[in-house]
């Protein structure tokens, strides 16, 4: 079956430290690829995906993701995080039509 | 620019009483999906409907039922409402490329449901 996996229910850092969120999947044929962001007591936000071609894409707000097919990982990045940046973040697939879910990761960011 | 609509927000309904959430899609958007995010949980897909036909089903209890009409917005029934119903109902819908399977979605706010 397809299952994504988040390597980190919660992350607290300070602002301005690095972040890398890990997500890997399970799935052998084509996939599609998001990350989303849900801020507190919002609806879900698309921060980037891939669909194809380079596999570094970058996404709103800073956040780039790395697409290793030989891993199967999708991991998030972000050079340096902002308070605002706390929320919960979801990898997910859609090897067609339904979206699958990690189980979020919680990113505190510590003014 | 119109984004996917989702009424009402929120919903108190007591056990055993029935809810109906409804979903209008993103103009010209053709899918529309269901998904259940219980509290500190993933959303868990529920249902999705292609040009008014269910497309694909999830963990969707036979309690609850859905489908989209000719307008292309959608109703999620659920009916003997228990307390584990409690939750965040999201919709979201798409332009389905059946080619490519490229397919963003593009979620609502969601109806809170809570089930007391």
């Known amino acids: 079956a397809q299952s994504v996996s988040q390597h980190n229910h919660h992350v607290i850092l300070s602002e301005a430290a690095s972040l890398e969120l890990g997500c890997n999947y399970s799935?052998?044929?084509?996939?599609?690829l998001f990350w989303y962001v849900q801020y507190p007591g919002q609806h879900l936000q698309l921060l980037l995906k891939?669909?194809?071609?380079?596999?570094l894409v970058k996404g709103i707000k800073g956040f780039e993701a790395e697409f290793i097919k030989s891993k199967f990982s999708f991991n998030l990045r972000k050079p340096s995080v902002q308070w605002s940046d706390t929320a919960e973040y979801f990898c997910?697939?859609?090897?067609?039509?339904?979206?699958?879910f990690g189980q979020g990761t919680e990113l505190s960011v510590k003014p | 620019a119109a984004g996917v609509i989702q009424s009402p927000r929120h919903l108190i309904k007591e056990k055993r009483e029935t809810a109906t959430l409804k979903c209008y899609p993103i103009?010209?958007?053709?899918?529309v999906y269901w998904y259940q995010q219980g509290p500190g949980q993933d959303p868990q897909f529920l249902i999705s409907?292609?040009?008014?036909?269910?497309?694909d089903k999830g963990s969707i209890p036979d309690r609850f039922s859905a489908q989209q009409f000719s307008d292309y917005h959608s109703e999620l029934n659920m009916s003997s409402l228990e307390l584990g119903d409690s939750a965040l109902y999201f919709c979201?819908?798409?332009?389905?490329?059946?080619?490519?399977?490229?397919?963003?979605?593009?979620f609502g706010p969601g109806t809170r449901l809570t089930v007391l």
């Open positions: 979201a819908s798409s332009l389905e490329d059946r080619v490519s399977s490229y397919n963003e979605q593009f």
């Open positions: 799935y052998g044929g084509t996939v599609n």
């Open positions: 891939y669909f194809s071609g380079d596999p």
């Open positions: 997910a697939v859609n090897p067609r039509g339904k979206l699958i």
């Open positions: 103009p010209r958007h053709d899918t």
């Open positions: 409907f292609y040009e008014k036909m269910q497309s």
